[in-house]
């Protein structure tokens, strides 16, 4: 994905930087059991978040020390039998696979080359992920194409051109039976993968621009710069904030955990801190930065 949601660090505690650590450490771990050593490779921030919305219990996780290629000298603490756990691995693989995809039709030609050799690689552990859950494959696939198609036919829409996103995220989740926990958790997922959206297409603004390529914000503003979208600051925050907001409010409906905390943060710091860095262009703090 794209390394936008995480927490700011500076606000949290030790233990719950341990432990957020800990989660990212555990869906890398749980990559590799489920779908191969290369599928670790997939890991990301972003599914991090999800991997911690899917506890439910508000005792501490089991964590144990294991060893892994980023760090094969020293073991590191990760969190084990978590629940959610290959329904996040599954979900990190099929988006990576469905966007080598996409990249195979729209980027030049050394980028669909190199998406098609990464997409030949990743053939086992796609196939392994879409067996396991091929209607969230199906849901992927189809809500990523119609982006496409709006992206292509220059939808000016926000709400319209982030809505088959939006609906990707919304259903990276494993209904556990209980309505107002499901319903909330869709809810809290199809608004961050609007901001995501909205997120990314400031962040990429300036190359989008550059090459030709689709970007809603440059359509719906009319701004062929960063610098002219930066004098539509409210514009942008409005609408990123009433998704925040909306995020905010289903959250308060999900039981409390040992990640809750954590969530808050992301929620309530590390999200509209990455939408501000992206609108300033400070895209060195925005983008993933594999194995910290």
């Given at each position: 994905?794209?390394?936008?949601?995480?927490?700011?660090?500076?606000?949290?505690?030790?233990?719950?930087?341990?432990?957020?650590?800990?989660?990212?450490?555990?869906?890398?771990?749980?990559?590799?059991?489920?779908?191969?050593?290369?599928?670790?490779?997939?890991?990301?921030?972003?599914?991090?978040?999800?991997?911690?919305?899917?506890?439910?219990?508000?005792?501490?996780?089991?964590?144990?020390?294991?060893?892994?290629?980023?760090?094969?000298?020293?073991?590191?603490?990760?969190?084990?039998?978590?629940?959610?756990?290959?329904?996040?691995?599954?979900?990190?693989?099929?988006?990576?696979?469905?966007?080598?995809?996409?990249?195979?039709?729209?980027?030049?030609?050394?980028?669909?080359?190199?998406?098609?050799?990464?997409?030949?690689?990743?053939?086992?552990?796609?196939?392994?992920?879409?067996?396991?859950?091929?209607?969230?494959?199906?849901?992927?696939?189809?809500?990523l194409a119609e982006l496409?198609?709006?992206?292509?036919?220059?939808?000016?829409?926000?709400?319209?051109?982030?809505?088959?996103?939006?609906?990707?995220?919304?259903?990276?989740?494993?209904?556990?039976?209980?309505?107002?926990?499901?319903?909330?958790?869709?809810?809290?997922?199809?608004?961050?993968?609007?901001?995501?959206?909205?997120?990314?297409?400031?962040?990429?603004?300036?190359?989008?621009?550059?090459?030709?390529?689709?970007?809603?914000?440059?359509?719906?503003?009319?701004?062929?710069?960063?610098?002219?979208?930066?004098?539509?600051?409210?514009?942008?925050?409005?609408?990123?904030?009433?998704?925040?907001?909306?995020?905010?409010?289903?959250?308060?409906?999900?039981?409390?955990?040992?990640?809750?905390?954590?969530?808050?943060?992301?929620?309530l710091l590390?999200?509209?801190?990455?939408?501000?860095?992206?609108?300033?262009?400070?895209?060195?703090?925005?983008?993933?930065?594999?194995?910290?």
């Amino acid at each position: 994905m794209y390394g936008y949601i995480r927490p700011r660090k500076s606000e949290l505690k030790v233990r719950e930087y341990e432990l957020y650590r800990a989660a990212y450490c555990g869906l890398c771990h749980s990559l590799a059991k489920e779908f191969g050593p290369l599928a670790r490779y997939t890991v990301s921030y972003d599914m991090t978040f999800l991997y911690m919305l899917a506890q439910r219990e508000e005792d501490y996780p089991e964590l144990c020390l294991r060893r892994c290629p980023a760090h094969p000298v020293r073991r590191r603490c990760a969190a084990c039998r978590m629940e959610g756990a290959t329904l996040s691995a599954a979900a990190t693989v099929l988006l990576f696979c469905h966007k080598l995809q996409d990249d195979m039709r729209d980027e030049g030609l050394a980028r669909r080359f190199a998406a098609a050799a990464l997409r030949l690689l990743f053939s086992g552990p796609f196939r392994r992920a879409k067996k396991r859950y091929p209607a969230l494959s199906d849901t992927i696939r189809t809500q990523l194409a119609e982006l496409s198609r709006l992206e292509r036919e220059g939808c000016r829409s926000l709400d319209a051109v982030s809505h088959p996103f939006a609906t990707v995220t919304a259903s990276l989740r494993d209904e556990c039976g209980d309505p107002r926990r499901d319903r909330a958790l869709a809810e809290l997922l199809y608004h961050v993968g609007r901001v995501v959206y909205f997120t990314d297409a400031a962040d990429d603004l300036p190359e989008d621009i550059r090459r030709g390529r689709f970007n809603p914000l440059s359509l719906r503003f009319g701004v062929k710069s960063r610098e002219e979208l930066l004098s539509h600051t409210e514009d942008f925050h409005r609408l990123c904030d009433a998704s925040l907001a909306a995020a905010a409010s289903a959250y308060l409906d999900l039981e409390k955990t040992a990640f809750s905390p954590i969530v808050e943060n992301i929620l309530l710091l590390g999200l509209p801190e990455a939408v501000e860095n992206a609108l300033q262009g400070r895209q060195q703090t925005t983008k993933e930065k594999k194995h910290e």
